[in-house]
């Protein structure tokens, strides 16, 4: 049994690959902490692009999608970047709920699991 782990430390990893499947934590904009929901959405995005294709993937091949937000008034603005960015015909299965995130900097948090 093969399981690879990227950007592991001693509480979780980025992501981990195994059986054809690469999934992801939950991202939260470490670039654009404190940001509108607009910035955080697409920090994170490139963020998953990048776990992504680390693990041999690609939004291609996207299975499933969960989407934490700090306030579901701003569902609109977040969709509005991940109707730019979801690539099209090959939409995941998605879950978006409202919730306490981690930090108040962070109004918005995403994981999601892919196809290698």
Do not use: Y
Request: hydrophobic letters at 45%; one cysteine or more.
């Amino acid at each position: 049994m093969s399981i690879t782990r990227i950007k592991s430390g001693d509480r979780m990893s980025q992501a981990v690959v195994h059986n054809g499947i690469v999934s992801t934590a939950g991202q939260v904009a470490q670039n654009a902490k404190g940001g509108s929901v607009t910035d955080q959405t697409k920090d994170i995005l490139s963020a998953i692009d990048a776990l992504l294709a680390e693990g041999g993937s690609d939004k291609s091949n996207l299975l499933t999608a969960t989407i934490w937000l700090a306030d579901i008034g701003d569902f609109a603005e977040m969709n509005a970047v991940w109707d730019a960015w979801v690539s099209k015909g090959n939409t995941p299965t998605r879950a978006c709920v409202e919730s306490k995130l981690a930090s108040p900097d962070f109004t918005v948090e995403i994981a999601v699991t892919a196809a290698v």
